[in-house]
Every structure is written in structure tokens, then in C-alpha cells.
């Protein structure tokens, strides 16, 4: 027992003190008090500026007390000499005293959790805050601190001490998406003095009925709702179902409280605000404290937590709250009435996925939520490179977006600072940048500038090769110019095989047959343009050598050889940021699009100071938006998340350990033929029992993934290939669902 303590107590409070035991605590020093007739809790406190609004809290007990007779609450302690704050002279220091009665019972934290116990604390909750909704206070009203939700921007600026890249972009995320949701409601929502931290172990219980509420330091005020939604954090945080718990929480608090349908709603982003706060105060707060292991206490579980709020999402979760308090839902149309309308004003045209259409609404990193609020995996989606919604590219966007915007005829630092942070990922004879909008234009422009380097008009391309939806894009590209409703194959248009037997002979022999054709026919190719790992072809990479002859080849005619990244690029592959890196080869072109602004349009043409300089002596070049400061900003920011989150290497971890479970499947059935690529960017080929394209079978296995809320595709010139291209983020844990999915499905149709 400290002896200083027992006397400070006897001194202030006339008490004899026969026990003295320490609690653990996050800001200030708690002791368990026990005198020979009664139970006390001590508190010291060394931040003297505390003063008033320890007097409000002590004001706040007492009026409590005055309206409910049950010790449901801890009651001020008064002081020898009056008051119920002092400040005293402890160990040389100045600190403030306060005693508060003990009130018994457990904590839920350490209770059985079952129905009768969540109830009973939703309908204490919902009692507490009629109590008090119009008790006023003016240092309450005016106290903004770092657990207070409204302090957004206090969070997020502590959310940069969180170490992990990783974590901390979302948990900038839900703080982005809590400001875009709830900030401009903010005054419609009811507001009350709440006690802000209904925790798990803030509150008491005994025989399965609330008992007490403790530990209001970290009284608010603020939205009446935040209330039920802490509470409903900590309640789910650390169980499996979260939205049951949570549901019955809220259920049985709008009983007695009836919550307003925009408070309902508000919830989905409440909780995950509270759980962002709580992870970003203990990252900064550990900086200061880094042996106080209390401070993280339960951050594994908040992050937890938040990684189920991704899953679940926004709709899915808001829908399950209305539910719960009575409220109808939004009427959704049927996917047909949306075909319907689609089709009035599109052309049918315009294809779409799955023999079920899907209507998405919203997305999250690995995530997107369609309007009937359904999670979908997306091990699809390669132009949401970083994530889907990534918060830091939508914030540059709109950072962007809200100063300038222009068109390239004016000069501006965005374009020289993104052209500069690109262009340090090539080679260094990549030296020149030209700015478009899409795949598509980079391939057409770099088609142009061939042409105008070497004054040739033969292009060579690869069987099956994709290069966008251009004229000029279509007529390089045999996935669509050979297609039965294609334009069929130009006369200046030489399409090389894409050998599967890659053996040096084979290549020679075919290459001879290329050169030859142009020797006896006098021509010379101006451009040989092919993707590394061909797409739409079934994700099928190129053999090295290969590659490394038809450029020398092509070379030596005075042809230029024109690398189509756009799928292939910014580290998709794993083992290197370009494809063409991988094949130890420099390109004189390359032709970047698609995840270049995860989703906003922007592509780019990157060559050599000698191919610009031909293309310079003709008829200007310009692009009205090709490089506007939202573009290149967009553009920076996704390279940023790239680095700062180690992208490159995730796809080579995780895309390592998916080729070997894909692998894994392809020894157990006879129905997949082959399994190929790199990184985040894998094909998986099926065949029937006679080793024929299967297409038939690709596309039930796409459509039964689809219905079991994983989103792939199926290509390949028989479409017999299923095709995976998720974004960056995704997991091994996200892979393992995918396999037990194809897995199941293969087992049905096979």
C-alpha cells in the first residue's frame, strides 16, 4: 500500500484506508479504494487543465443521482474541506484529486454474452439518454478532443502515426467516407450530452441485467446517435456475427428511444468512425506511452472489425439497421427493368457480364456492393489497381479537382511532376511521355509516330493480340479484326503465330518466314506491337526468346518495337513493374492505360527522344485532356499507394501463392488444361475430356462464382479461359475463397 496515498486520503477525505490497489488506465492513475465500511475509486490526474470540465462531469453524476435512485451511476465523493475537485501536492507534483463510490457487479468483458445482457444494456442506454437529453452544459458543450467522433480531421491526423501503409489507408478511408456521408447531415441529426464510451468495460452487470455505468471522462456532446453506436462497437467488435449482436443492441435501444431513419443510417459510418479513432488515439498515444500496453488493448479487434465492415459494406449493413428498428427499405428495381432502361438510351451494343447482370453501387478496395446490398469479391477488375475507392486517389482527385483543372495548352506543375515520378520507372532511353485518355489512343498514337519515324505502313501483330477499340486499334488487333463479325485482316497488317510450342527451332523458323515475306515482297515493317502477356488471348505470356528475336529482327528492317502494358503494368506481374523487364528487352515504345488512374481515364505513350523528335516534324499533336492537373494528380497518387503500400511486392506474394492453388487444383481435375502468368495477372484454360476448349464449362464456373459473390471472367479466342486480375490488395485469404469457389463449381459441372 502506498503510504503517500493513504495519507493524501486521510489528509483530503478523513478516510482510513486498509487497501490500495491500482487500475489499469489510459490517461490518468485509478485506485481501487477500500476502508473498512465502503469501496472508493481514486483519481489522480496530472493535466491540471482538466479542472473544469471535471467539475462539469461531477455536476453532470450529481444531477444523475438527483433523477435516479438506483446506484446506477458513481456518485461524487466530497471532499474534507467541501468540493469535489481539489488540487493537492503529490511526490513534488500538482495533481487533481477526485473520489467517486465503487459501484459492484462485472463488466460485460468479462461476462458470457448472451441475448438477455445485450438487451438489457440497449434498453439502459436508451433509459440513460432520456434522462439526460436536456441536461445542458456549457464546458461539455464546448470540449472538442480526441474522442470525440466530430473531431474528424484530430483523427485523421493521428491516423498517420499507424505505421502499417496498409491499415492506416482505411482507416483514411472510412474517415473520407464518414465525411462524405455524415458531415452534410451533421445538423440534422439530434445532439445530447452522451457518455461517449459505453464500452465493455464501462458497464456492469449482475444476474444478466445492466447493473451500472461507469467512467465518464469521456463525456460529449454530441449526436445523440453516436450513443448507440459505440456501444454497438464494442458490443460486436470481437464476435464473429458482428450485425446480430450489434442489431439486438439497437433493437431493443429503439424501443424505448426511437431512432430518427437518417440516425439509422448514420450508424454503418459511426461505428466505423469510432473504430478508426480508437486505432489512430492508441497509435499516437503509444509514441508517448510505449510501455503502456493498455493503450492497445483490443486494437487487434477494432481492426478486426473494420476489415468486417469492408466485407460487409455500406448497403448490406444500413439495410440490416433499418430492418432491425422497423424502417421500410428502399424499393430496388429487378436487374431486367435496368437492362430495359440501359437499353433506351445505349446501345445493346454494350455489352455486359454475366447471364445475371449485376447493379453496383458502390466499392471498396477488393470489394463492390450492388444495390441490394450484396458483397462481390472483384478478382476481375484490373483497372482498380490500387483498390477499388482507394481513399488517397479519390482524394487527390478531388483536392485537385476543387483548384484546377485545364486543358494541356497551359502550363501547370502537375504534368512535369507526374511526368517525372513515371518516367523514373523506365529505362532511361524511355525518356519522352505523351498524355492520353485511354489504351485505346496510346495505341493509335503509337501507331502514328511509327509511321512518321521510318515513313513505312506495314505493323506487325500477334495472333490474338489486343490493342483497344479504335479504328487503328481494331485493325492491329486479331481478337477483334478476326472475329466472325470483324473487319477482317488489312493488307498491311502481318500477324505472327502465338506459339505455345516454344521451342528455338520453331521460333527461328517462323521469324525466317516473316523476314522473308518482307525481303521478296519489298517491304519494311514500320512497328511490331504485341502485349507481353497476351489478355484476351487467355493471359498467355510470350516465350523470352521470342520476344528478344522478333525485336532484333524487327530492328534491323528499321521497325520500332511498341510494348502494350496496359494490363501488364505498374508491378501487376509481381516480379517486376513492367512486363517487358521481366523479358530483357527495352521497347522504343510502350503503351500504359487502364491502372494508370485506377479507374479515372488516363493512359500514356512513353518512347525515345529519337521517336518523339521524327514524330515533331509533323502536323501538331494535342490532347485537350490528355495530362490535365486531375489526371496527372490521380495518376501521382496511384504510384504513391503503389510505394507506400508495397504493391508491387504484394502481387508477387500473393500472386505466387495463388498460381499454386490454382496448380493445386489442376492435379486434381482433367478438365483444366493449363494454368499460366504472373503475379495478379493468372489464367486457368479448361478442356473437355478430349482436350478441347471448354468454353461452355468456363462460362457455368464464372456464372456460379458470380452466385456465390466472386466476380472473374472467362477469354481466350474460345473462351475457354477463366481470367483473374484482382486488384492489388487482394489477399491470400481472399485466394483461398476463390479456389474453394471454382473448386465446388468444377465439382458440379464437370
Known amino acids: 500500500m502506498s503510504l503517500d496515498l493513504k495519507n493524501l486520503i486521510k489528509k483530503?477525505?478523513?478516510?482510513?484506508?486498509?487497501?490500495?490497489?491500482?487500475?489499469?488506465?489510459?490517461?490518468?492513475?485509478?485506485?481501487?479504494?477500500k476502508t473498512d465500511k465502503d469501496k472508493f475509486v481514486l483519481k489522480l490526474y496530472s493535466d491540471l487543465t482538466l479542472k473544469l470540465i471535471l467539475k462539469a462531469e461531477n455536476e453532470f453524476l450529481l444531477f444523475l443521482q438527483k433523477q435516479d435512485k438506483k446506484d446506477y451511476y458513481p456518485k461524487p465523493i466530497l471532499l474534507k474541506k467541501g468540493g469535489y475537485v481539489k488540487q493537492v501536492s503529490h511526490k513534488g507534483k500538482l495533481i487533481l484529486i477526485r473520489m467517486l463510490s465503487y459501484l459492484g457487479g462485472d463488466f460485460i468483458a468479462e461476462c458470457k454474452i448472451n441475448k438477455n445482457i445485450i438487451s438489457s444494456l440497449g434498453s439502459f442506454l436508451a433509459k440513460f439518454n432520456l434522462l439526460t437529453i436536456n441536461w445542458n452544459n456549457s464546458e461539455i458543450k464546448a470540449r472538442d478532443w480526441e474522442w470525440k467522433i466530430e473531431s474528424v480531421e484530430l483523427i485523421k491526423n493521428r491516423a498517420n502515426y499507424i505505421s502499417d501503409p496498409f491499415r492506416r489507408n482505411r482507416v483514411i478511408y472510412f474517415i473520407q467516407q464518414y465525411k462524405e456521408n455524415i458531415v452534410p447531415i451533421y445538423n440534422d441529426l439530434r445532439k445530447s450530452i452522451i457518455h461517449n464510451d459505453a464500452n465493455q468495460w464501462n458497464v456492469l452487470v449482475k444476474k444478466d441485467k445492466i447493473a451500472g455505468l461507469i467512467d465518464f471522462g469521456d463525456i460529449s456532446y454530441s449526436n445523440l446517435v453516436n450513443e448507440i453506436g459505440i456501444a454497438m462497437t464494442y458490443i460486436a467488435y470481437d464476435k464473429e456475427d458482428v450485425l446480430y449482436w450489434s442489431g439486438i443492441l439497437l433493437e431493443s435501444y429503439n424501443k424505448i428511444l426511437p431512432l430518427k431513419k437518417e440516425e439509422v443510417e448514420s450508424l454503418y459510418y459511426i461505428i466505423a468512425l469510432r473504430l478508426c479513432m480508437s486505432v489512430s488515439n492508441s497509435a499516437y498515444t503509444k509514441l508517448n506511452q510505449p510501455n503502456n500496453n493498455y493503450i492497445s488493448e483490443g486494437n487487434e479487434n477494432a481492426w478486426n472489425m473494420l476489415d468486417k465492415w469492408i466485407l460487409l459494406g455500406p448497403i448490406q449493413v444500413i439495410n440490416y439497421f433499418l430492418k432491425a428498428t422497423g424502417f421500410a427499405l428502399k424499393k430496388q428495381d429487378k436487374e431486367k427493368k435496368y437492362i430495359d432502361k440501359r437499353q433506351k438510351y445505349l446501345s445493346k451494343i454494350l455489352s455486359l457480364s454475366y447471364k445475371v447482370p449485376l447493379v453496383m453501387e458502390q466499392s471498396a478496395f477488393q470489394y463492390m456492393y450492388d444495390v441490394y446490398g450484396n458483397t462481390f469479391l472483384d478478382a476481375y477488375n484490373n483497372i482498380p489497381?490500387?483498390?477499388?475507392?482507394?481513399?488517397?486517389?479519390?482524394?487527390?482527385?478531388?483536392?485537385?479537382?476543387?483548384?484546377?483543372?485545364?486543358?494541356?495548352?497551359?502550363?501547370?506543375?502537375?504534368?512535369?511532376?507526374?511526368?517525372?515520378?513515371?518516367?523514373?520507372?523506365?529505362?532511361?532511353?524511355?525518356?519522352?511521355?505523351?498524355?492520353?485518355?485511354?489504351?485505346?489512343?496510346?495505341?493509335?498514337?503509337?501507331?502514328?509516330?511509327?509511321?512518321?519515324?521510318?515513313?513505312?505502313?506495314?505493323?506487325?501483330?500477334?495472333?490474338?493480340?489486343?490493342?483497344?477499340?479504335?479504328?487503328?486499334?481494331?485493325?492491329?488487333?486479331?481478337?477483334?479484326?478476326?472475329?466472325?463479325?470483324?473487319?477482317?485482316?488489312?493488307?498491311?497488317?502481318?500477324?505472327?503465330?502465338?506459339?505455345?510450342?516454344?521451342?528455338?527451332?520453331?521460333?527461328?523458323?517462323?521469324?525466317?518466314?516473316?523476314?522473308?515475306?518482307?525481303?521478296?515482297?519489298?517491304?519494311?515493317?514500320?512497328?511490331?506491337?504485341?502485349?507481353?502477356?497476351?489478355?484476351?488471348?487467355?493471359?498467355?505470356?510470350?516465350?523470352?526468346?521470342?520476344?528478344?528475336?522478333?525485336?532484333?529482327?524487327?530492328?534491323?528492317?528499321?521497325?520500332?518495337?511498341?510494348?502494350?502494358?496496359?494490363?501488364?503494368?505498374?508491378g501487376r506481374i509481381g516480379s517486376h513493374f513492367w512486363a517487358f523487364e521481366s523479358y530483357d528487352v527495352i521497347p522504343d515504345m510502350v503503351i500504359i492505360g487502364k491502372p494508370m488512374g485506377n479507374g479515372h481515364p488516363i493512359a500514356a505513350l512513353i518512347t525515345t527522344e529519337e521517336v518523339a523528335e521524327s514524330f515533331e516534324q509533323g502536323v501538331e499533336f494535342f490532347s485537350s485532356f490528355g495530362g490535365n492537373p486531375v489526371s496527372c494528380s490521380i495518376g501521382k497518387a496511384v504510384l504513391e499507394v503503389i510505394e507506400q503500400e508495397d504493391l508491387m511486392k504484394r502481387a508477387f506474394d500473393v500472386g505466387n501463392y495463388y498460381l499454386k492453388q490454382l496448380l493445386g487444383l489442376k492435379s486434381q481435375f482433367n478438365s483444366i488444361h493449363d494454368v499460366r502468368g504472373s503475379g495478379l495477372f493468372l489464367g486457368v484454360e479448361l478442356v473437355n475430356t478430349d482436350c478441347k476448349p471448354n468454353s461452355n464449362l468456363a462460362s457455368l464456373i464464372k456464372n456460379q462464382l458470380r452466385e456465390s459473390n466472386i466476380l472473374i471472367g472467362t477469354d481466350g479466342k474460345?473462351?475457354?479461359?477463366?481470367?483473374?486480375?484482382?486488384?492489388?490488395?487482394?489477399?491470400?485469404?481472399?485466394?483461398?475463397?476463390?479456389?474453394?469457389?471454382?473448386?465446388?463449381?468444377?465439382?458440379?459441372?464437370?
Open 385 to 570: 489497381h490500387v483498390g477499388h475507392s482507394h481513399p488517397i486517389v479519390v482524394e487527390a482527385g478531388k483536392k485537385q479537382m476543387s483548384k484546377l483543372n485545364t486543358n494541356t495548352r497551359y502550363l501547370y506543375s502537375k504534368i512535369n511532376e507526374y511526368a517525372e515520378h513515371l518516367l523514373s520507372y523506365f529505362p532511361s532511353k524511355l525518356n519522352k511521355i505523351f498524355f492520353v485518355n485511354s489504351g485505346s489512343e496510346a495505341s493509335d498514337l503509337a501507331i502514328r509516330m511509327a509511321k512518321a519515324h521510318n515513313a513505312n505502313n506495314q505493323i506487325i501483330v500477334m495472333e490474338e493480340g489486343y490493342h483497344g477499340h479504335t479504328q487503328t486499334g481494331i485493325e492491329i488487333s486479331d481478337y477483334k479484326f478476326n472475329d466472325s463479325k470483324g473487319i477482317g485482316q488489312s493488307k498491311h497488317i502481318t500477324k505472327l503465330p502465338l506459339l505455345k510450342n516454344n521451342t528455338s527451332q520453331i521460333i527461328d523458323s517462323e521469324i525466317e518466314k516473316m523476314k522473308k515475306y518482307f525481303i521478296s515482297n519489298g517491304l519494311s515493317p514500320s512497328a511490331f506491337i504485341s502485349e507481353i502477356i497476351l489478355g484476351c488471348a487467355g493471359q498467355i505470356p510470350l516465350s523470352k526468346d521470342y520476344l528478344k528475336k522478333i525485336y532484333s529482327t524487327i530492328r534491323s528492317f528499321g521497325g520500332v518495337c511498341i510494348a502494350d502494358e496496359v494490363q501488364t503494368g505498374f
Open 12 to 33: 483530503e477525505y478523513g478516510l482510513d484506508v486498509i487497501l490500495i490497489d491500482k487500475f489499469k488506465g489510459y490517461e490518468n492513475d485509478n485506485y481501487f479504494i
Open 718 to 750: 474460345h473462351n475457354n479461359v477463366l481470367k483473374t486480375k484482382p486488384p492489388l490488395c487482394f489477399s491470400k485469404e481472399n485466394v483461398d475463397e476463390v479456389i474453394q469457389r471454382i473448386e465446388e463449381a468444377i465439382n458440379k459441372f464437370n
